[in-house]
């Protein structure tokens, strides 16, 4: 009996670990008059990617306990900016699946929300709002618990693959009750696929 018991242990599969932690970072771009906390995803080797309303008009941002410099930012105008850094060098990074997201599929995000560094939260994608008629671009509807913050951080998927990057929070607040719906949401990327490779491959010697 004792020699099957610890047979079924040994068949139980490991706990997953949540996947993307070490391609995950708080963000600050500091000016001489203000900052700022974001959250952000390494990409490629010197290349990470955010919401565009993190920018500042700065040269440098820190990244965790690092500084790089901003050689380039690539936007795609529906709020996400890739960097592309110089004095920096990220041995971790994701693989980007733009927009590749069914409704009800799970997420991983590791963001900084109220300037906390690297929490750990899952969702779902639970919606989607589509492009309205004065121009806004479609909107994920996230079912995760995000704050001020959380801006930029990567929505991963359970094989640690980049979907989409939280841009957005929103509360309804019932006129009558002392309610309040929160909803964070994302809007889908629009990178030309050579923005993307260009992020994966920069500073990257051709072998």
């Known amino acids: ?13 490991l706990a997953a670990r949540p996947p993307g932690k070490n391609a995950t970072f708080t963000i ?15 990409i490629g080797p ?5 919401a565009s309303h993190c920018e500042m008009p700065t040269d440098f941002v820190r990244v965790g306990d690092r500084e790089a410099h901003v050689d380039k930012i690539i936007r795609d105008k ?18 980007v699946k733009q927009n590749e997201y069914e409704i009800g599929q799970e997420f991983h995000v590791w963001g900084a929300p109220s300037s906390f560094d690297h929490i750990y939260r899952h ?29 930029g951080a990567g929505m991963l998927n359970n094989e640690g693959q980049l ?15 002392d309610s309040v719906f929160k909803m964070m949401g994302a809007y889908e990327m629009a990178f030309e696929p050579g923005d993307l490779h260009k992020a994966r491959n920069y500073g990257v010697t051709p072998k």
């Open 28 to 42: 600050v771009a500091e000016t001489i008059s203000s900052e700022g906390t974001c959250s952000a995803t390494a």
């Open 46 to 50: 010197h290349a990470i990617l955010t």
């Open 163 to 177: 979907i989409g990057i939280v841009t957005g929070i929103d509360e309804k607040k019932a006129p009558t009750l």
């Open 1 to 13: 009996m004792k020699r099957f018991l610890l047979f079924l242990l040994l068949a139980l599969p």
């Open 78 to 95: 529906q709020d996400h900016s890739i960097y592309l850094l110089g004095g920096i060098t990220f041995t971790e990074f994701v693989e």
């Open 123 to 151: 969702g779902y994608v639970a919606g989607v709002i589509p492009t309205s008629h004065s121009g806004r671009p479609a909107m994920l509807v996230l079912d995760f618990n995000g704050f001020l913050g959380d801006s």
